[in-house]
């Protein structure tokens, strides 16, 4: 014991000297001008409430009134616009030496914070404002009561033909998806953590990690877990929401911290949200999720082909897959494409309602979901910065949906991502091809469409027919698109477009080899 302790804290002051430097957030970005045109003039950029909204080109310098969330590309020019109801109209650039954006710095606190709430709210809204499919009229009856409503557990026993509800064809095949599997009907969970539990849960977590707006922090939580006592009172306490299906008003309040997507950029669009929430909160997800839901699952059945979030599957792992493919299809002579796909703001575009679905069909129970979800719906959100954490809230406005995102710093935010997308890649696999890889002998086949870690997946195709590049990039094209119609039903949007996207082919690579 000793001998580990002097290695831990050797270690500690090693990757004290190595690490860069860190600093508190003493202050940001925010640009000076408000239009900013592409430099291909495709897409024009509106600078709102600390986002960029990217509007589509319609014709010569005309451009859509609706836009989407985009970050700014780097080489954009600063325009004039005029704006009526049906489109936006720019003036004509300067050819020469046009002008380039320009940044100020807010090192005000409460300027700083001001901006920040409105930066993060509105960031937070995006789902509602480009109106993706979940915040459509026709899928409230389904995510009613946060998800737990009798229509969704109607669709998960199959006792509700989705095709009733008046969705269209796609939302319509997604939703009759999602009805369980033999193994699924079986499964179910405890709400009520023990005492041991408890005292095992708190002592795991390290005592500097941050969290609770209400400064109930860790080293309190630890201090009780040393009493039996006590940790019994309070292991029954925090069950009591998930197993009645009640809200803790304690746990609704949360502060944002934002961190730095590339070390030294503070430019307000592209900093991420990092979400600090009370501890026993967050205890008690980590212990749902580990010793519950995630071996529940690996049960029931989880897509293979996703590799984040579960336990002995890892990111080089998943790219040792992925570069076996190319090799086979380089050795085989097969042409093979890819599609690379990467999803914009993923954990925040992730509607709780909806989560609350997909675990209903893994075994937790209809309380323990709406809990849940009623909680986040209900968030009050602080914003930190190097002075303080402020005293000024935001959340959704009044008579207003709920703010999605089940949020990056939450306990459970990447296990209910392995399980959305497993069902979307367990779709995906049934509607495309993909590739197929055949032993010598010809007995064993491994056939996929994708390889996926969190977010960030592959998607592939080949040209079984005639093994040539137009069929292999005209299946390539619909198999992604049917990739990004599986994504956008569930609220999230690619981070690129599908043209921009790499495009691979091996045929004709070391032609001398043979198979």
Known sequence: MISVSKQKATNKRLNGIFRPEWSSLDYIEVPNETWFLSKDGEELYEFNNGIFVAHQKIDERV??????????PPDSIVVNVEINENAIFVEEPPTLDPPKPSWRTVEDPSEMQEWLRKRNKRHLNQMYIEERPPTKVEFQSILSQHGTSEVALGILDGA???STLGLDEQA?????????????KTLSMPCEMSRKEFQAAMKATHKDTSSSASRLHYTLWQTIAEDDELSAIHATMISLPFKHGFICDRWKKIIDCMLEKKPGVRKIHIMRIICLFEADFNTLLKWMFNKFIMPNSEKSGLSPNQWGGRVNRSAPACAMRNLLSWEYARFTKTVQTS????????????????SSIFLLKKGVSK?????????????SRSVRTVTDTSTETYQHDPDKPSLPGEGQGKADSMAIWTLISSELLEMHHNLCHGVELIDVTGDITSRRVDDAYVDDSDTYATAPDTNTTEEAVSNLQRNSQLWVILTTLTGQLLAKEIENSALQHAKGYHQSNSV
């Open 172 to 184: 319509t095949d997604f939703i009759k998806g999602l009805a369980k599997t033999d193994k699924e």
């Open 63 to 72: 451009f859509e009134v609706f836009g989407v969330c985009k970050v700014l």
């Open 339 to 354: 599609f690379l796909a990467d999803l914009q703001s993923n954990f925040d575009c992730i509607l709780p309602d909806m």
């Open 367 to 379: 309380e323990a979901a709406y809990s849940r979800a009623a909680t986040m719906a209900d968030l």
């Open 160 to 162: 509700i033909d989705p």
